[in-house]
């Protein structure tokens, strides 16, 4: 588990040309099996500017990854990561990934849920001089 201060900002908008937040971040991980592991992270802020942050585009169309004003500005407190990971092998030099997180808004008190699976494959390149 690690602990200290954290910084956050947003350039270039509309109520402002740096809007930033200074806060206590906590972070741990813990490995439920040598492929598996769970990782967390809490904010706590302590000083912002953020009330100066109202703008809130109007649009017609629904909102997509749009909250992030009223995410800033209702809570203090948040967890901007709860995620479970794991790998393995799917044969020589191919890998997948499975992961899955949780947000948590202290607004509406809310969970927001996501998960997504991946696959790779290792390219080895060799280097003459």
Known sequence: MSVGPA???????????VLYQLSLNAYAETRLRRDT???GNLNL????????FTY???SSLPRVR??????LTTSRFTMPLLQLTHV?????DQYYTA???????????????SGCI?????RLHSVSM
């Open 56 to 58: 809130t585009a109007p």
């Open 118 to 122: 991946g696959r790779g494959r290792v």
């Open 88 to 92: 393995g092998a799917l044969g020589r």
């Open 66 to 71: 749009t909250y992030l004003r009223e995410y």
């Open 99 to 113: 992961s899955t997180a949780a947000i948590w808004r202290a607004c509406s008190r809310a969970w927001t849920a």
């Open 37 to 39: 592991w769970l990782a």
């Open 7 to 17: 910084y956050q900002q947003t350039l270039g908008g509309p109520n402002g040309f």
């Open 45 to 52: 802020g302590l000083v912002d500017n953020y009330d100066k």
